[in-house]
């Protein structure tokens, strides 16, 4: 237990060192995604530029890795940090990051791919990752950082949801089977994930994985298909008394708006999810998801915060943007006192 605490205070110190570097201003822009194929044409970065963002959150599926040798991996990391567009971005804007399956290494793998403590490593070579970081010597890449806004202070907490996932099985249909034991994080990352919430004296918390945590009715990868460890993170968000939950979310090919309402939380919570910085599924035009608010996107596209503190709450405007650099839907949410 001590060893873990040890791990919690050190990547606290690592989080508040993120912060500190960005400019305490009165707004703070945040941009995010996921889905992009390396070797594909990458439109978006020069976009995401204009919009001159304070941070970029990688939410996985960072590169198309999908290969159990780490030489490719590598090879299809170093052609990502190597193209032009993202090159520009990354020269003005600091970049953090988890990941899902395709840059885990294997499509929706789990705890049991063999190769994921190299993976890891390679992961956080292209994010950056001091090799003095306790990040490189913990199981799993989840981290948490805090920035600053005025009076106000922000933490982003980003899981992951790939390093010790229990398995799934298919049905005939190739539908998930939920797993109804089954765990997504791992104690130690549960562990971790409770304190950070439980010291946190942050006004605002972005908490980003590789799957959705709210939409449930589709068949694909998603939180839903372990619910014990979903309605444990609900639980876990109401027993710390978390204030301004805001969820990211990735994987899809799609992007849209889900809110929730968590008994015993006193504000309802979004799970932005933005999915296609390459590629989308154009072909999806009428999934159901009971907790959709606004249209579901099939066009590549990127996500952007705007947070700002007005009247002494923080109001935070949510993009998910086009190619055009316009927005396909917009949502205000206002974090009160």
Request: proline share 4%; glycine share 8%; net charge neutral.
């Amino acid at each position: 237990m001590k060893k873990y605490f040890l791990i919690f205070s050190l990547l606290l110190m690592l989080g508040c060192t993120a912060g500190s570097k960005m400019q305490q201003g009165k707004a703070l822009t945040i941009a995010f995604g996921s889905c992009n194929r390396q070797n594909l044409p990458q439109p978006m970065w020069d976009v995401i530029a204009k919009d001159k963002p304070d941070l970029w959150i990688w939410l996985g599926d960072n590169i198309y890795g999908d290969s159990d040798d780490m030489a490719v991996l590598k090879a299809k990391y170093d052609l990502q940090s190597n193209q032009e567009g993202y090159k520009r971005l990354t020269a003005q804007t600091p970049v953090i990051g988890t990941w899902d399956d395709h840059d885990f290494g294997r499509n929706d793998a789990g705890k049991n791919y063999p190769y994921k403590k190299a993976s890891q490593q390679l992961a956080l070579d292209f994010l950056k990752e001091p090799a003095n970081s306790p990040r490189r010597r913990q199981e799993g890449i989840y981290a948490a950082y805090e920035y600053k806004l005025s009076k106000k202070k922000v933490k982003v907490i980003l899981l992951d949801i790939r390093y010790h996932q229990d398995s799934l099985q298919k049905e005939s249909n190739k539908a998930y089977i939920p797993n109804t034991t089954g765990d997504i994080l791992g104690e130690a990352q549960w562990l971790w994930l409770e304190n950070q919430l439980s010291t946190s004296t942050a006004d605002a918390h972005i908490i980003g994985s590789g799957i959705q945590f709210v939409s449930d009715q589709h068949p694909y990868e998603k939180w839903a298909n372990f619910p014990a460890a979903r309605q444990r993170l609900f639980d876990l968000l109401v027993k710390t008394k978390t204030k301004g939950v805001v969820l990211l979310s990735g994987d899809r090919h799609i992007g849209e708006f889900s809110r929730i309402d968590i008994n015993g939380l006193d504000y309802p919570v979004y799970d932005i999810t933005s999915s296609g910085l390459t590629h989308s599924s154009v072909d999806n035009t009428s999934e159901p998801n009971r907790y959709r608010v606004g249209p579901l996107v099939n066009q590549k596209h990127y996500g952007l915060f705007r947070l700002l503190e007005q009247g002494g709450n923080l109001v935070m405007e949510v993009d998910l943007k086009g190619e055009n650099g316009k927005p396909f839907h917009t949502e205000k949410i206002e974090i009160r006192n």
